[in-house]
């Protein structure tokens, strides 16, 4: 069993920035595919990115050149780097694990979540 938890979400102006960390419990977490899903008031739960082991990371087209995903196996985080921020991506953001392999988009896929935290980008 893996456990998640999301720290770093906040408050910021448009063009900010804010660092999400996703810190995993277990001894299996560097198997594992990691991503970021968002899910706005009303809206379903999006892919952000993902990042495996041995490849390149994965963006959504809307983030692509401004968040960088990435990970320290030796600390069991995943990071989330999201620059010029927008008020499109305010959202509760949710760092998930993936045991194996499937698209990586889906959310259906993922076998662990975390609980979220909000990112709040004002205009």
């Known amino acids: 069993q893996v456990q998640l938890a999301e720290s770093g979400g906040g408050l910021v102006q448009a063009g900010g920035s804010l660092r999400l960390s996703c810190a995993a419990s277990?001894?299996?977490?560097?198997?594992?595919?990691m991503g970021w899903f968002r899910q706005a008031p009303g809206k379903e739960r999006d892919w952000v990115a993902t990042?495996?082991?041995?490849?390149?990371?994965y963006y959504a087209d809307s983030v692509k050149g401004r968040f960088t995903i990435s990970r320290d196996n030796a600390k069991n985080t995943v990071y989330l780097q999201m620059n010029n921020l927008k008020p499109e991506d305010t959202a509760v953001y949710y760092c998930a694990g993936q045991r194996y392999s499937g698209n990586y988009r889906e959310k259906r896929n993922y076998d662990y979540w975390g609980q979220g935290t909000q990112v709040t980008v004002s205009s």
């Open positions: 990042i495996k082991n041995g490849a390149w990371p």
């Open positions: 277990g001894s299996t977490f560097s198997s594992y595919a």
